[in-house]
């Protein structure tokens, strides 16, 4: 585990929020970005955007934060990600034996992903009636102390998808329960849709994947960190069918967020900064941490939760964040690292 950057522990705290994307087990490589970030005494969270895996990353962060503080939260992140691990451990989803001996992470040539992914084409998950639970939810349940989470100080915005209007709905502290962050991973061909106040609710990444408005308008840091999953460039032309679907999926859950991110760069021209509204937008700053691992990893590997896969991805995700620390740490409080203009080109 790397050792902190002694010059930049001593450095002026920087109030920081955080925008972290859904992608199954491949968000263990947000946990491993969040856990080098958390060594890092000056950087100070003020909110957290995610869904998916990412609203569990974030919940699981706060509470713990909230709890015992950065050891508190990395402690926590860890004993999440080991009992997703340890429930999965009876599952058929597991990896063919010439995938383990080649050191494959892909599930494509599981007998059981195969048989799941074209029973999902066939069959609805309410064929299955009350037998189509989420695991997680007891994860959840277990792990988490919602009441400490809706007072916890680390602001904390959910995602789900309206299934009736198809409009985003943004949870906040106090409305978090294991139901919210379980619809916000609430994939419809798996599960089945998740109630809340009467209205049912899917995956957040149909609509904000992740929501990065509620950064900007309730949150005082004018530092945005993105933490994607799911790449939004892949160099060649998808060929076979897993490889068509997967860009298809990828291109679906990214483009909310960059018609938000364009929508963010248009504001940030126009904004008036001699007001309160304008000031907010005209003066953020957006960071991403970037990561080439997922160019690498397919759909079926987002339900691989293998704990040496696991792993893997929280190492690389610390790697990926020390390169960010070293490149553009600097850069934090003062300018945005990311291009955003970039996105209008064209248009």
Avoid at 308 to 337: I, N, W
Wanted: with cysteine.
């Amino acid at each position: 585990m790397a050792a902190p950057d002694t010059e930049r522990t001593e450095r002026p705290g920087i109030l920081v929020d955080l925008a972290l994307q859904g992608g199954g087990a491949h968000g263990a490589f947000t946990w491993g970005v969040l856990d080098r970030f958390l060594e890092e005494p000056w950087l100070r969270i003020d909110g957290i955007s995610g869904t998916s895996a990412g609203a569990m990353n974030a919940a699981v962060l706060i509470d713990g934060h909230a709890a015992g503080g950065t050891a508190g939260a990395r402690e926590a992140l860890e004993r999440f990600w080991r009992r997703v691990s340890d429930a999965a451990k009876l599952s058929p989803l597991r990896r063919g034996p010439i995938d383990v001996l080649l050191g494959r992470w892909t599930l494509d040539f599981s007998p059981a992903f195969v048989t799941m992914d074209l029973m999902s084409r066939m069959f609805s998950p309410y064929f299955l009636g009350p037998l189509a639970t989420n695991p997680l939810q007891q994860i959840l349940a277990d792990l988490v102390d919602f009441k400490r989470l809706a007072r916890a100080p680390i602001k904390l915005f959910v995602t789900a998808t309206n299934v009736h209007t198809g409009r985003a709905r943004v949870f906040r502290n106090a409305e978090i329960t294991p139901q919210v962050l379980l619809a916000s991973a609430c994939l419809p061909q798996l599960f089945q849709a998740i109630e809340i106040d009467g209205e049912p609710y899917w995956d957040g990444g149909y609509s904000g994947n992740p929501t990065i408005t509620p950064l900007i308008r309730e949150c005082e840091s004018h530092d945005t960190i993105f933490i994607p999953i799911n790449p939004m460039e892949r160099p060649g032309t998808p060929r076979t069918a897993r490889e068509i679907l997967d860009r298809v999926n990828e291109v679906a859950f990214n483009a909310v967020t960059l018609k938000e991110l364009k929508m963010i760069a248009l504001l940030r021209q126009v904004a008036d900064p001699g007001n309160t509204e304008g000031a907010a937008w005209a003066g953020m700053r957006i960071h991403m941490v970037r990561n080439s691992i997922m160019l690498e990893l397919g759909y079926s590997s987002k339900l691989n939760a293998e704990w040496a896969f696991l792993r893997m991805l929280r190492d690389e995700g610390r790697r990926a964040a020390d390169a960010f620390l070293v490149a553009h740490g600097d850069d934090l409080g003062k300018r945005s690292s990311v291009d955003l203009d970039r996105l209008l080109e064209g248009l």
